[in-house]
């Protein structure tokens, strides 16, 4: 069974830091795309950035310049670095890969969420 794990949310001040990590588990050939979504109260989910593995990223504007997300495609992992955080940053955070298992089904996977607050 393949799943995502993630860690790192928390209560952080306007301005403030804060590092996420997801980790893919489980019969996994291979990895596309790995990266970050998230959903605020009574909103839609929506992209935050977007690793394809292959040095290409892609990131929503409100975050460009603040966020950087990187992998280690080793490990299975995907990191989002949010620096410059703002009170409207705050939203549960959910990873998501697109995921080649080893017998060869593909799969949209998604991780469990991760609540991020921020405080003015």
């Known amino acids: 069974q393949v799943q995502l794990v993630e860690s790192g949310g928390g209560l952080v001040q306007a301005g403030g830091s804060l590092r996420l990590s997801c980790v893919a588990t489980?019969?996994?050939?291979?990895?596309?795309?790995m990266g970050w979504y998230r959903q605020a109260p009574g909103k839609q989910r929506e992209l935050v950035a977007i690793?394809?593995?292959?040095?290409?990223?892609n990131y929503d504007n409100s975050v460009k310049g603040r966020f950087t997300i990187s992998r280690d495609n080793a490990k299975n992992t995907v990191i989002l670095q949010m620096n410059s955080l703002k009170p409207e940053d705050t939203a549960t955070y959910y990873c998501?890969?697109?995921?080649?298992?080893?017998?060869?089904?593909?799969?949209?996977?998604w991780g469990r969420g991760t609540l991020v607050t921020v405080s003015s």
């Open positions: 998501n890969a697109k995921i080649l298992t080893e017998t060869m089904r593909f799969l949209e996977v």
């Open positions: 690793d394809n593995g292959k040095g290409n990223t």
């Open positions: 489980g019969s996994i050939l291979s990895i596309n795309d």
